[in-house]
């Protein structure tokens, strides 16, 4: 039996099985914020932020961040964490197939996700597609690391089914997919760069 997402989500951040939660910015954002491929400041939505590090760490070099996430208590967390930055972050609860629910304004200069869109039923994929696309303005960078296809029982059960950089092209037909650079870790993962047509 599989639980529907956002109480399996929930369910992790309350028993702290939050393995992905690592406090530190990985170097495929550092590399397009202030590294060798950065992009000019502006404004910032990350996907399914968790406890905000990557959304806190865009702001903190200058970006207008805002993060968003279904659970509340990473939120909570978040908040928390941007108030000892004395940052204004802003963080909201809410559904990333839904943002249109949500108080942002579309017009993003850069879009990040860090194993949200991965996490997704594959039904509720269009819609978040559809999201993401709506949101960012044309030009704009989308910034997504999401796992491969792996085989194997003990995957099934727990982890995302992954996605194939042919699938995301299909997926963000809007977007011109830049770069799949494969991932170092043991997930056949891959950090997408796309723009915005
Ligand atoms: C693997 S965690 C990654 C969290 C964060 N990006 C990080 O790297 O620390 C995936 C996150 O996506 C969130 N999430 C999954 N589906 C979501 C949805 N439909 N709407 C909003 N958040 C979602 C989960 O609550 C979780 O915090």
């Given at each position: 039996m599989r639980l529907i997402p956002s109480v399996s989500f929930r369910l992790m951040y309350r028993l702290g099985l939050t393995p992905w939660d690592s406090g530190i910015p990985p170097p495929e954002l550092i590399e397009v914020i202030e590294g060798a491929r950065h992009l000019p400041t502006g404004r910032a939505l990350d996907l399914g932020?968790?406890?905000?590090?990557?959304?806190?760490?865009?702001?903190?070099?200058?970006?207008?961040?805002?993060?968003?996430?279904?659970?509340p208590a990473a939120i909570r967390a978040a908040r928390a964490k941007a108030v000892a930055t004395r940052l204004a972050v802003a963080f909201l609860v809410g559904d990333v197939t839904r943002l249109?629910?949500?108080?942002?304004?579309?017009?993003f200069d850069?879009?990040?996700?860090?194993?949200?869109f991965h996490s997704l039923p594959e039904t509720a994929q269009?819609?978040?597609?559809?999201?993401?696309?709506?949101?960012?303005?044309?030009?704009?960078?989308?910034?997504?690391?999401?796992?491969?296809?792996?085989?194997?029982?003990?995957?099934?059960?727990?982890?995302?089914?992954?996605?194939?950089?042919?699938?995301?092209?299909?997926?963000?037909?809007?977007f011109e997919l830049v770069e799949a650079r494969p991932g170092t870790d043991p997930f056949g993962s891959h950090w997408y760069t796309m723009r915005r047509r």
């Open positions: 932020c968790g406890t905000g590090t990557t959304t806190i760490y865009m702001a903190t070099n200058g970006w207008q961040a805002i993060g968003v996430d279904f659970v249109r629910e949500l108080p942002i304004e579309p017009g850069l879009l990040f996700d860090q194993g949200c269009p819609a978040y597609a559809g999201e993401v696309t709506r949101v960012a303005r044309s030009g704009a960078t989308y910034l997504l690391y999401a796992f491969g296809r792996r085989s194997g029982e003990r995957r099934r059960r727990f982890f995302p089914k992954g996605v194939t950089p042919d699938e995301v092209r299909a997926r963000f037909s809007e």
